[in-house]
């Protein structure tokens, strides 16, 4: 049953190849000074970085330069970004690049002038943004897909000291108010990276697909996205200039975390909280994360949730049922699903990652436990599902 | 191929049983006075007119009551309504029934400052809302399910000495600030006015699906609505106070014309085109009259779209393939649809909606004709579908 809830989604996107011209409309409705949030340089060397600055300069604005947004942006990163926004009064903080700095941009929104630790705040104490906390806003240029960010009002980010990675959802007012999604500026990235960025969207699909017993639209939906995201990127890895397979696989991205298909329903997300641990001890790349622990956690988790994993394998990996007990239905859809997996490059292994059987322990440790899904773990079985990714 | 566009749709919406009580929070956001929208009187009936009062003296409105809103909306009660809202200052117009009263409202709130005739404008002229448009804020609470219009920037309104009912989408700035969604209140609807709703929102996914040659994400989320609707309408027709699928069916029909599955495509709309004419004609309950010429219409068109109408076979209605002609997968797709038509019990010809023969020149005539399905129809051809409509 589709539980109560409140949908909004105020964010303006501006699809398709050229649309970064797009900023000559947006950029006049904020102040003076924005801070241009980018990572390691890439921006510098595909001639974005170019095309903004230009466009930033034709507005007229006073760019504030915040580079080097590491891919699981740090909360060092976020008390800089702080600091650099409140001494400068900054109007628009402008992210250029993939989830990460979309994350990163959207955390020093909330951040700048929080009156509090915002770590404490947001990541530990999961506090919501209150309404009369002050925000910069926030817009996207996004050349990497796979994190939904740019769309939706949530920010990962990685505490070392503590070996923490956390997400944290803030609320409708962080959500950015616009983003510019030009696929060809997705087509200069390694296939490492695409793939890692196809199985994050992918994944984001599942977890909001695997929890509940209910016969929801938002499954239907989902399924339609899981069909679409496994079509496009059989093209992608053939072809990563095809305008179409990268547009879809953009496209799809945004609605996998956008809040639609987790309307009404419960959730499940513990691929992502082991997943987080295993990057918080490698800080490997957040897709192949998910990778590494989706097929054991997916198995452990079956029996759990036999009919819908049946339903999944049905409608979404077209699997023959005929003369095939229920059980049978759904193992073939995880097969077909771990075949996809090692068919785009995936790494399907923790080892492969840097993860050694000694982390165990303290990545179980540090996996934050929800409850959601069709079985409730304990920390024993995250151990388990930890060395079966070994 | 996604072609270039712009996504945003701001409405906010309440979803789920007892939300009606959300009105606290949105009618702060306006001033003292509200133009009170409504149908033919059922709302008194099922107690939805007093909860609805009640909560406006709650919050300290003046109450400007506009009822009898017909379920074609005429341009005649629009300049009525226009002047109501102008001699009033109304500051919200708050529409209270199914899709008929929101758009209604919609064609008031940026008919009533509108300083030119805004049938020429908007209907004949196609005109788009400027931005300097002086418009009146709008809210729905919606208690009939099919239009989509509770999260969308269009309206139809009929002009019954013209002939013609035009459907026109004013822009973003048009679309309701907030709109309620409580399945319970469309349990009390009769049966013919829910399946008339069903296959509206069937078909506005269809509208949008039977368009193009390329491979897009939103074909992808339209197969998964369509099979929702399907599963869901089968449940209702059985027991109408089934939570969960009228639920399903409420939030399907929101999806399916709030601008989403549209995104970087052609759309076709002649099933549209052809229905309205029919209703200028007799004064038809809209979705009937969709359905009375869907199959003609489908049938007609499949040739020229052939590998969609048997993609849409296999993904929607499950056709098993094997040893099959492309030509008959498709058609057996369509006859699964013309069986679960049958299956809710829709009018299924023109003729059993008060349409005859001598009509039919002049229903040919007001059809408005677009050219973006799989055939750009001649005259001609519309009088042959309607012929076998009838």
């Given at each position: 049953?589709?539980?109560?809830?409140?949908f909004?989604?105020?964010?303006?996107?501006?699809?398709?190849?050229?649309?970064?011209?797009?900023?000559?409309?947006?950029?006049?409705?904020?102040?003076?000074?924005?801070?241009?949030?980018?990572?390691?340089?890439?921006?510098?060397k595909?001639?974005?970085?170019?095309?903004?600055?230009?466009?930033?300069?034709?507005?007229?604005?006073?760019?504030?330069?915040?580079g080097?947004?590491?891919p699981?942006?740090?909360?060092?990163?976020?008390?800089?970004?702080?600091?650099?926004?409140?001494?400068?009064?900054?109007?628009?903080?402008?992210?250029?690049?993939?989830?990460?700095?979309?994350?990163?941009?959207?955390?020093?929104?909330?951040?700048?002038?929080?009156?509090?630790?915002?770590?404490?705040?947001?990541?530990?104490?999961?506090?919501?943004?209150?309404?009369?906390?002050?925000?910069?806003?926030?817009?996207?240029?996004?050349?990497?897909?796979?994190?939904?960010?740019?769309?939706?009002?949530?920010?990962?980010?990685?505490?070392?000291?503590?070996?923490?990675?956390?997400?944290?959802?803030?609320?409708?007012?962080?959500?950015?108010?616009?983003?510019?999604?030009?696929?060809?500026?997705?087509?200069?990235?390694?296939?490492?990276?695409?793939v890692?960025?196809?199985?994050?969207?992918?994944?984001?699909?599942?977890?909001?697909?695997?929890?509940?017993?209910?016969?929801?639209?938002?499954?239907?939906?989902?399924?339609?996205?899981?069909?679409?995201?496994?079509?496009?990127?059989?093209?992608?890895?053939?072809?990563?200039?095809?305008?179409?397979a990268?547009?879809?696989?953009?496209?799809?991205?945004?609605?996998?975390?956008?809040?639609?298909?987790?309307?009404?329903?419960?959730?499940?997300?513990?691929?992502?909280?082991?997943?987080?641990?295993?990057?918080?001890?490698?800080?490997?790349?957040?897709?192949?994360?998910?990778?590494?622990?989706?097929m054991?956690?997916?198995r452990?988790?079956?029996?759990?949730?036999?009919?819908?994993?049946?339903?999944?394998?049905?409608?979404?990996?077209?699997?023959?049922?005929?003369?095939?007990?229920?059980?049978?239905?759904?193992?073939?859809g995880?097969?077909?699903?771990?075949?996809?997996?090692?068919?785009?490059g995936?790494?399907?292994?923790?080892?492969d990652?840097?993860?050694?059987?000694?982390?165990?322990?303290?990545?179980?440790?540090?996996?934050?436990?929800?409850?959601?899904?069709?079985?409730?773990?304990?920390?024993?079985?995250?151990?388990?599902?930890?060395?079966?990714?070994?």
């Amino acid at each position: 049953m589709l539980g109560n809830f409140t949908f909004c989604n105020p964010t303006r996107l501006y699809f398709g190849e050229g649309s970064l011209k797009r900023l000559n409309e947006e950029l006049p409705k904020y102040g003076e000074t924005v801070q241009l949030v980018y990572g390691g340089g890439s921006i510098r060397k595909n001639g974005i970085y170019d095309q903004v600055i230009k466009l930033l300069r034709d507005n007229g604005k006073r760019i504030v330069e915040d580079g080097g947004v590491m891919p699981n942006p740090t909360v060092e990163k976020v008390y800089e970004g702080s600091r650099i926004a409140r001494e400068n009064n900054v109007a628009l903080i402008l992210a250029v690049g993939g989830g990460s700095c979309c994350d990163y941009a959207k955390a020093v929104s909330v951040s700048a002038w929080c009156q509090e630790d915002p770590w404490q705040k947001y990541y530990l104490n999961f506090q919501d943004v209150d309404a009369d906390t002050k925000i910069i806003p926030v817009g996207c240029v996004l050349t990497m897909v796979g994190t939904g960010s740019e769309m939706n009002g949530g920010a990962v980010i990685t505490n070392h000291e503590q070996k923490l990675k956390i997400g944290h959802v803030f609320g409708d007012n962080v959500f950015p108010k616009f983003s510019i999604l030009d696929p060809t500026f997705t087509y200069t990235l390694p296939k490492y990276q695409m793939v890692s960025g196809i199985y994050d969207i992918f994944n984001h699909i599942c977890e909001q697909y695997f929890s509940g017993e209910d016969d929801n639209t938002s499954d239907y939906i989902s399924e339609g996205l899981m069909r679409s995201v496994i079509h496009s990127s059989r093209i992608a890895i053939q072809n990563p200039r095809d305008y179409e397979a990268r547009s879809n696989l953009m496209w799809t991205a945004t609605w996998a975390l956008n809040t639609l298909v987790a309307q009404g329903k419960t959730t499940d997300w513990m691929v992502h909280m082991i997943g987080q641990a295993v990057g918080a001890y490698t800080d490997a790349t957040h897709g192949m994360t998910l990778a590494a622990v989706s097929m054991a956690y997916y198995r452990h988790i079956c029996p759990y949730g036999l009919e819908k994993f049946a339903r999944f394998a049905k409608n979404v990996w077209n699997v023959q049922t005929n003369g095939k007990t229920t059980e049978q239905i759904a193992a073939e859809g995880l097969d077909c699903m771990e075949s996809w997996m090692k068919e785009l490059g995936l790494v399907m292994n923790i080892t492969d990652l840097g993860a050694t059987k000694d982390m165990i322990p303290g990545i179980a440790d540090s996996t934050i436990m929800l409850t959601d899904g069709y079985k409730a773990l304990t920390k024993d079985e995250v151990v388990e599902i930890l060395r079966e990714s070994l």
